[in-house]
Structures are given as structure tokens and as C-alpha cells.
Nanobody
Framework: QVQLVESGGGLVQPGGSLRLSCAAS????????MGWYRQAPGKQRELVAT???????NYADSVKGRFTISGDNAKNTVYLQMNSLTPEDTAVYYC???????????????WGQGTQVTVSS
């Protein structure tokens, strides 16, 4: 059993900052990469940022220069520092992890339950 638990969402004014955290726990063998996606009302879920176990990062164009993804391999945790937030960043943010558990012989994608981020004055 693997669980991803996100935290850190909330309400923030435009121009403000938030830091999201996501901790993976359970029967984790090895994590290939972790990332953040978001889904706004009426829109499809979209990639925000990903980070590999080796620290290589990838960002959506819409967040480059404003968001920073980082990870702690020892804690199986990934963070998303979000600065200069705009109302367009309002969405439910989901954490995911591509990992191999102790009981699998292949990598499987796991998802967290999501955390709401609302940017509004």
C-alpha cells in the first residue's frame, strides 16, 4: 500500500506565495520521479512540474520563473514553492509519484487526493 499526502494549499492574494508538500509513504521500493499537476474548474488536469530522483526538473511554461519544485529523497517528499501567484493559478493541485513498490516488478503512477489553491483578493 502506497499513500501520497499533500499539504500547504489555501487562500492567498495575487502576488503572494504558497509552499505545497507531498509525502509518499508505505511499501515504497524506489521512486523514479515525483511531480505536481493541477486541475482548474472546467479544465483538464495539466502538468505543473516534475523532478526525477536525480534532481532533474521540468516545468510548464506558465509557471517557469515563478514556481520551484524540489525533493528530499530520504523523506520521499516533494515540494512546490509557488511565488507571484495569479488568479489563473487557482486549481486543485495533485501530487504524483512514479514508483515501484515492494510488491511490484514495474513502475506504477500513484496520485494524492489533491489540495485546493485559491488566488483571490
Amino acid at each position: 500500500q502506497v499513500q501520497l499526502v499533500e499539504s500547504g494549499g489555501g487562500l492567498v492574494q495575487p502576488g503572494g506565495s504558497l509552499r505545497l508538500s507531498c509525502a509518499a509513504s508505505g511499501s515504497i521500493g524506489i521512486i523514479s520521479h515525483m511531480g505536481w499537476y493541477r486541475q482548474a474548474p472546467g479544465k483538464q488536469r495539466e502538468l505543473v512540474a516534475t523532478i526525477t530522483r536525480g534532481g532533474r526538473t521540468n516545468y510548464a511554461d506558465s509557471v517557469k520563473g515563478r514556481f520551484t519544485i524540489s525533493g528530499d529523497n530520504a523523506k520521499n517528499t516533494v515540494y512546490l514553492q509557488m511565488n507571484s501567484l495569479t488568479p489563473e493559478d487557482t486549481a486543485v493541485y495533485y501530487c504524483n509519484a512514479d514508483l515501484m513498490s515492494y510488491y511490484d516488478d514495474k513502475y506504477v503512477m500513484y496520485w494524492g487526493q489533491g489540495t485546493q489553491v485559491t488566488v483571490s483578493s
